[in-house]
């Protein structure tokens, strides 16, 4: 089992900043290629973004591009999520996810990912 933490939510402002973090533990965090989802209310869970098991490949929903970074420190075992120039509409919880991949590519869909965190609040307010 891998167990994911997340952390970092909260309520921000339109156009503040926000950082998340979700700090793994229980398998080779090296071998699992991360992601961040998002739920709002009502509305089905939508991939934020998502990195390859070496960092060196990443991809973004087109909603967040040029606002939003991933990073991965596998010596820490941790991903991050920079949130920049915030919306009312990025209002959701979102999740970290983990998917064991041989590749070394991107997950991109949930059925993907074998790991989820528990999430963090995210509120954007106008």
């Known amino acids: 089992q891998m167990q994911l933490v997340e952390s970092g939510g909260g309520l921000v402002q339109a156009g503040g900043s926000l950082r998340l973090s979700c700090a793994a533990s229980?398998?080779?965090?090296?071998?699992?290629?991360m992601g961040w989802f998002r739920q709002a209310p009502g509305k089905e869970r939508e991939i934020v973004a998502a990195?390859?098991?070496?960092?060196?490949?990443?991809r973004y929903a087109d909603s967040v591009k040029g606002r939003f970074t991933i990073s991965r420190d596998n010596a820490k075992n941790t991903v991050d999520l920079q949130m920049n120039s915030l919306k009312p509409e990025d209002t959701a919880v979102y999740f970290c996810?983990?998917?064991?991949?041989?590749?070394?590519?991107?997950?991109?869909?949930?059925?993907?990912?074998?790991?989820w965190g528990q999430g963090t609040q995210v509120t954007v307010s106008s």
């Open positions: 990195i390859s098991r070496s960092g060196g490949r990443t």
């Open positions: 996810a983990a998917a064991f991949y041989i590749s070394l590519g991107v997950a991109t869909t949930p059925d993907e990912y074998d790991y």
């Open positions: 229980g398998r080779t965090f090296s071998s699992y290629a």
